[in-house]
């Protein structure tokens, strides 16, 4: 199981970016595609982007496609979501999640994950 840190979050206004990180502890960083959801106050929890074990196949969300993007180094065990041109729709908390798999596959449905982080608030408002 590999335990997973983000960070990053906070207060912005509206129009501001932000950046998360997915801090993974797993020695085999590279076998892990890796997710981030949000769950937004009082909804479900959502996708939001998804990357794969080589950072080579990507997919976000049509909600932030465009301003949203998803990358990873595999040197550092960290996965990253820069967010650009916030919106008040988009406070959340915002988790990464982790599953072991194969090259070029990722995953955009929180029950293929098994391994969850903590989350991180993201508010954006005037």
């Known amino acids: 199981q590999v335990q997973l840190v983000e960070s990053g979050g906070g207060l912005v206004q509206p129009g501001d970016s932000l950046s998360l990180s997915c801090t993974a502890s797993?020695?085999?960083?590279?076998?892990?595609?890796i997710g981030w959801f949000r769950r937004p106050p009082g909804q479900e929890r959502e996708f939001v982007a998804a990357i794969s074990t080589a950072g080579t196949k990507k997919s976000h969300a049509p909600s932030v496609k465009g301003r949203f993007t998803i990358s990873r180094d595999n040197a550092k065990n960290t996965v990253y979501l820069q967010m650009t041109s916030l919106k008040p729709e988009d406070t959340a908390v915002y988790y990464c999640?982790?599953?072991?798999?194969?090259?070029?596959?990722?995953?955009?449905?929180?029950?293929?994950?098994?391994?969850w982080g903590q989350g991180t608030q993201v508010t954006v408002s005037s």
């Open positions: 797993a020695r085999t960083f590279t076998s892990y595609a």
């Open positions: 999640a982790a599953r072991r798999t194969v090259t070029g596959v990722y995953y955009t449905t929180e029950n293929e994950y098994g391994s």
